[in-house]
Antibody, heavy 121, light 107 residues
Framework: QVHLQQWGAGLLKPSETLSLTCTVL????????WSWLRQPPGKGLEWIGE???????NDNPSLKSRVSISLDTSKNQFSLSLTSVTAADTGVYYC???????????????WGQGTLVTVSS | DIQMTQSPSSLSASVGDRVTITCQAS??????LNWYQQKPGKAPKLLIY???NLESGVPSRFSGSGSRTNFIFTISSLQPEDIATYYC?????????FGQGTKLEIK
């Protein structure tokens, strides 16, 4: 069964760079978009950004160009980099698959297990 | 950006009750709306896509309706395993946005 496995550093200091990677296991990488989302403690979900099979990416303007999403198709992996983190970036980070539906890729139908990232001095 | 407003933010109901959650978009999103269920400590799970389509394997007591700016999520007969937080999400325009969530509890 297809699933997403994610990993990365869970404790960062302010101004450091958050780095997370997600691998697609037992499934195809092509034909989907791939996203990162996050959830601050006790709060709702925020979309961070997406990347497609060709490497084209979009991100949430609220993150003020601190986001970089890349992919390694040879490893069925995609990665998130978020620079200059502050305490406001603390939360659970999820990778997710976006399936095609009509002309859109707006449904997150498969999620990673989540990684708690804490930013603290 | 399109803002999504969910109500109520929390809800207490009895087993067997009909439960309704509403989601309002700040502008017309046609039918580009999904609903997710999130249980504590778990990733969200897609329940309803494109306003009213039931995801494979999801019980038929869950349903969705609406269009343009006003959407409704319904559980026809609440079960104990439905205790979770529910989120709507628009995908008409980037950035994708979620409602603030509705926490459902058993009375």
């Amino acid at each position: 069964q297809v699933h997403l496995q994610q990993w990365g550093a869970g404790l960062l200091k302010p101004s450091e760079t958050l780095s997370l990677t997600c691998t697609v296991l037992n499934g195809s990488f092509s034909g989907y978009y791939w996203s990162w989302l996050r959830q601050p403690p006790g709060k709702g979900l925020e979309w961070i950004g997406e990347i497609n099979r060709s490497g084209g990416a979009n991100d949430n303007p609220s993150l003020k160009s601190r986001v970089s999403i890349s992919l390694d198709t040879s490893k069925n992996q995609f990665s998130l980099s978020l620079t200059s983190v502050t305490a406001a970036d603390t939360g659970v980070y999820y990778c997710a698959r976006q399936r095609p539906y009509g002309y859109t890729f707006g449904q997150f139908d498969l999620w990673g297990q989540g990684t708690l990232v804490t930013v603290s001095s | 950006d399109i803002q999504m407003t969910q109500s109520p933010s929390s809800l207490s109901a009895s087993v067997g009750d009909r439960v309704t959650i509403t989601c309002q978009a700040s502008q017309d999103i046609d039918d580009s709306l999904n609903w997710y269920q999130q249980k504590p400590g778990k990733a969200p799970k897609l329940l309803i896509y494109e306003t009213s389509n039931l995801e494979s394997g999801v019980p038929s007591r869950f349903s969705g309706s609406g269009s343009r700016t006003n959407f409704i999520f319904t559980i026809s007969s609440l079960q104990p395993e439905d205790i979770a937080t529910y989120y709507c999400q628009q995908y008409e325009n980037l950035p994708y946005r979620f409602g603030q969530g509705t926490k459902l509890e058993i009375k």
